[in-house]
Structures are given as C-alpha cells and as structure tokens.
C-alpha cells in the first residue's frame, strides 16, 4: 500500500443516503460474503433452517448475537479515523483483540479474518485512506471483518453511525443471499423478509452505535452457542456450498 496523507475521515454532506453507503451494502460489492452462508448452511443441516418462517428467527437471531457485536466494533473502528495516527492504531489493535476475546470459535475467527482481508481489499481499491494501512498492522493475520469494514467505511467518507448501519445491514444479506442459492426459496419473498427487518437493523445499529462510545472492554459479548458449534461442524464437511 502507497502511504497516503491523513485527512479527515467523514465530512459535512447534504442529508440523505450517502452513495458509499449503497455501495458498502450492495451485495455485488467484492468484499468475499458470497462465498460464505454466515451459518446458514450449517443451521439448515443441523436445525432445519429451511424456509421462510425459520429463516426468519434464524437472521433475527443473528442480527442480535453477532450483528450486534459486529456492529458496534465496525462503530468504533470508523470512530477512530479521526485520531492521530499512533492513537489511531493503538485503538484499533485493543479492538481487534477484545472482538477476538468474544469470538470462542477458532473457525469463526479465522473466517472472520478472512472476510476482513478482502474488505480490505476492495475498500483500498476504491478508497485509499490511512486508516486502512493502520487497520491491517491491527493484527498478524488480517483484521477482523468488522473492524476492516469500519475502515472501510471511514475511509469512505461515513460515519460511524452509518459503519454500524452496513455492518447490521450485512449480517441479515449475507445469509439471506445463501438462503435462495442453497434452500432455493424464493428470492422475492426472502428479499420481503429483509426488507421486513428493516426496523430491526436499524435499532440493532442505533444500539451498537451508542455502545461503541464505551471503552473496547465493555463492549458487548452476546453469546450464540449453536452458531459457534455449527461452524466448527461445517469446517470439517468433505462436501459444502459455501466456505462458512
């Protein structure tokens, strides 16, 4: 990565949904969720998540487990593009060690890390920013997807309010997306089913949004054993559609 110089993270615009922000939570945006079910495949096998009325307690689940937690780090990542540059990357390895702290399942978090090398990847591509090159000295294997889509977000131009919003946003289209290419159910009513959430994923961000204000030790651990379980369980399939 070229070393860029610093400027400021998210600017003054007139009101309305910013571009970057569709663009974040479009699921043609590369950042490597369509290789992956976020659970979903694991669930349908072992929980018979396998229509529209269980999809839908399965991604509610989700949104308030994991969403919330990713929410919140992706919050206080994009927070911490308007520090000073040695701050900046001493925060964002404290959180990337507490969201590792609340990640029990090895397969979750080296999945997770993944999914952060790619965001990474595309955010660099359309975003240049330095918070991005202090992201990936986070950690030794990649950051955590959470906090490079914060980054990636602010670098962007967005807020953290709105880094918390794409990243609720995707812990509901990811699966949802899986669910047509693995159930075959149909698209119309799943994207109905996302669309119905919507309040949902807006008070789930709202939520993380305000607890990302709180030191990185306090913030939330919501626990899903059953998500956690099943991807230790898929990792060791011989045959699968997607990744995780």
């Known amino acids: ?33 369509h290789a992956h079910s976020g659970g979903l495949e694991a ?21 308030r487990t994991a969403g919330l937690l990713g929410a919140a780090v992706a919050a206080a990542a ?17 959180l990337d060690a507490e969201l590792d702290a609340r990640m029990p399942s090895p397969v979750q978090r080296r999945t997770s890390r993944a999914l952060g090398r790619q ?7 359309c975003w240049p920013h330095p918070v991005l090159e202090a992201v990936v000295a986070s950690s030794t294997g990649g950051p955590h997807q ?4 914060g980054a990636v977000a602010a670098a962007a131009g967005l807020s953290p309010e709105e880094a918390a919003v794409a990243s609720a946003h995707e812990a509901l289209l990811g699966p949802a997306t ?7 159910l149909d698209p119309f009513g799943t994207h109905a089913l996302v669309a ?28 899903a054993p059953l998500l956690d379980l099943s991807a230790e369980a ?11």
Do not use: Q
Request: with cysteine; aromatic share 4%; hydrophobic share 50%.
């Open 196 to 223: 119905d959430l919507g309040p949902e994923v807006e008070r789930t961000a709202a939520e993380a949004a305000a607890l990302a204000k709180l030191p990185p030790c306090d913030l939330p651990a919501p626990s």
């Open 1 to 33: 990565m070229r070393r860029l110089e610093p400027r400021t993270a998210y600017r003054s615009r007139p009101p309305g949904i910013p571009a970057a922000l569709l663009r974040l939570t479009d699921g043609r945006f590369p950042s490597g969720g």
């Open 119 to 125: 965001a990474l990847r595309a955010g660099w591509a």
């Open 43 to 63: 669930a349908e096998a072992r929980e018979g998540v396998g229509d529209l009325t269980r999809l839908r307690s399965f991604l509610l689940g989700r949104l």
């Open 78 to 94: 994009a927070a911490t593009a308007a520090l000073e540059d040695a701050a900046m990357r001493e925060a964002l390895v404290v």
């Open 146 to 149: 959470p906090l490079a889509l």
């Open 234 to 244: 898929h990792a060791l399939w011989e045959v699968r559609l997607f990744a995780s």
């Open 178 to 184: 899986a669910a047509v290419r693995l159930l075959g």
